[in-house]
């Protein structure tokens, strides 16, 4: 293997961290709690939905560096699919009006944790499938 080959991998492995890292942190501020606080007490739901959200990204970026011409288009898609997950979670929050998700959360109820966590994934899918 090049050694150039090496060291660009090494930067995309770099860049895609944190673009996720990133994310997470700004997924926590949509949120009306502290994700990490949660999770450190136990709440799975929260969990749950995080890891879901965790996974899209890692998936959409990981699609996006398999199709992409190089890593600026990479980043692109990896933002495009960021507002997604965003809207989606706003969407989700819109489509049960009965209760607000981020209550949900809060009090665990596993439920709410699932189905945040597959719209995360349908998301991605979504993107992906735009993607390629």
Do not use: Q
């Amino acid at each position: 293997m090049a050694m150039s080959v090496f060291w660009e991998s090494i930067l995309w492995f770099v860049v895609v961290m944190a673009v996720i890292f990133i994310a997470a942190f700004l997924f926590e501020k949509v949120t009306k709690f502290k994700d990490r606080e949660e999770i450190k007490a136990g709440n799975v739901s929260v969990a749950l939905s995080l890891a879901g959200k965790i996974y899209a990204l890692g998936y959409i970026m990981k699609i996006s560096a398999e199709n992409a011409y190089n890593l600026g288009e990479a980043l692109a898609w990896g933002l495009i699919g960021f507002v997604l997950l965003i809207a989606g979670y706003f969407l989700f929050e819109f489509l049960t009006p009965s209760f607000k998700v981020d209550d949900e959360l809060a009090k665990d109820n596993k439920a709410v944790g699932i189905m945040s966590l597959a719209i995360s994934v349908v998301i991605a899918h979504a993107v992906a499938i735009a993607i390629i």
